[in-house]
């Protein structure tokens, strides 16, 4: 059975990581979020007091083999510019998204992974967006921060975001709607609505390979 990959790219304060979450719940499949840059870190040996830490989701003693062996091959990048001494963690978590897309179905959320797996035939991307006030509204209450604050941390957030898209893909934009399959604006409806649309669109793209890969899928 061929796995389906969702990716999920999000501006901050949409929701977009609750919408991941639900929708993996959905579908009975796992969503990945900062445990992919955990593991990234963990096998590449900039912690090594956390290598042998290994998430129980990675079930595969074949990607553990492919990390480790990929740590011996990899060698440090000048630091040049602002990225780039974390080039080597991002070349980590690119290999372990794509290991992740071959192996098993799962909801992938940020970390270039539409652009990473944009060769693969396997793979849903979807963009999240919404009104800034809608954003900043939901930040306020999620957080508990004032409105000057949830401002601040919508700026800087999204900005560290565009450019850390723009330098790992080469110059694209991270809130071009080309990059996607589909574009949702959170503000319009709401966090199931959009994961009841995310799976519509994915048995429109994938047909009955959908309902293989997710045998309890449903719009109920």
């Known amino acids: 059975m061929e796995p389906i990959v969702i990716t999920i790219a999000r501006g901050f304060g949409t929701g977009g990581r609750e919408i991941a979450a639900r929708l993996a719940d959905r579908l009975g ?11 990234a870190s963990q096998y590449s040996g900039r912690d090594e007091h956390d290598f042998v830490e290994v998430d129980e989701r990675l079930r595969d003693g074949y990607l553990r083999q492919q990390l480790m062996s990929l740590q011996k091959r990899l060698t440090p990048l000048p630091h040049t510019h602002p990225f780039e001494s974390d080039d080597r963690l991002f070349e980590f978590q690119k290999k372990i998204i794509q290991e992740l897309a071959r192996t098993e179905s799962c909801v992938i959320v940020g970390k270039c992974a539409d652009y990473v797996l944009q060769d693969f035939d396997n793979v849903l991307s ?8 809608f954003c900043v509204e939901r930040v306020m209450k999620t957080m508990n ?3 000057s604050e949830a401002h601040s941390l919508i700026a800087k957030t999204d900005k ?5 898209y723009k330098y790992y893909t080469g110059g ?9 399959d589909m574009t949702l604006n959170s503000g319009r409806w709401s966090i199931d ?3 009841d649309l995310i799976v ?4 429109i793209k994938f047909g009955d390979r ?11």
């Open 29 to 39: 499949i796992h969503s990945y979020a900062n445990r992919i840059l955990t593991l």
């Open 126 to 133: 979807v963009y999240v967006e919404a009104r800034r006030v």
């Open 145 to 147: 921060v004032s409105e």
């Open 160 to 164: 560290y975001r565009a450019e850390y």
């Open 172 to 180: 694209n934009y991270w809130t071009n709607p080309v990059n996607y």
């Open 193 to 195: 609505q959009c994961v």
């Open 200 to 203: 519509q669109a994915l048995r």
């Open 210 to 220: 959908c309902e293989k890969a997710f045998p309890s899928i449903s719009i109920s």
